[in-house]
């Protein structure tokens, strides 16, 4: 990671860790703040692991709650968003339990949870979709997590509990079964 790399997530971690020291104290326009830096990684995170729309937009939404009501007993250790994305997953996790199963996103709701994300094209969103439903659902997350939410390798090997050197094989495998769809015309 470059320098200027490492002091950007330094100064971000300094961010949130600084809202949610405000949280603990009932700001909500501190909440404001940590919900607009975060939402997009929490939801992308939430709907890897759920696969239905429904189910990670409460998550995301419960995700906020518990952060307000727990903000109280964060102890900083420089790693706010793994916190974060630790009650996401925490949350997700319990909702699967109740659901007892997963149930696979179409591809109309894989297309609107795309529409959060500006810089992708719809053309871009074509392709994509087409290319995410030939990868395996660990991979798929996988490459979501890292590409689309911005997530270095470690993180995601972190929140899906996995070794680091599986999620880079699966993440280059990925990329890779993405790489030939798209020049061997396998994209439909």
Known sequence: MSMSGEATE????ERLDYYLAQIANYDREALAEIY??????????????????QDAEDVL??????IYAAAGGYKSMGKPMAWILTITRNLSLMKLRRRK????????EWNLSWDKHPNITP????????????????????VILHSVSGFK?????????????TVLSK?????????????????T
Not at 153 to 165: G, I, M, Q, T, W
């Open 171 to 187: 993440y280059h495998r990925a990329i890779k079964k993405m790489r030939v769809l798209l020049t061997e015309g396998g994209v």
């Open 123 to 142: 053309e871009d969103r074509i392709v994509l979709m087409a290319c995410l439903e030939k990868l395996s659902a660990e991979e798929r997350q996988i």
């Open 36 to 53: 607009h830096l975060t939402s997009a990684a929490v939801f992308g995170f939430a709907l890897s692991i759920l696969k239905n729309m």
């Open 61 to 66: 939404h419960d995700t906020y709650l518990r």
């Open 10 to 13: 330094s100064k971000n971690a």
């Open 101 to 108: 199963k997963t149930v696979e996103l179409s591809p109309e």
């Open 153 to 165: 390798h470690r993180e995601v090997a972190e929140f899906l509990s996995l070794p680091l050197s």
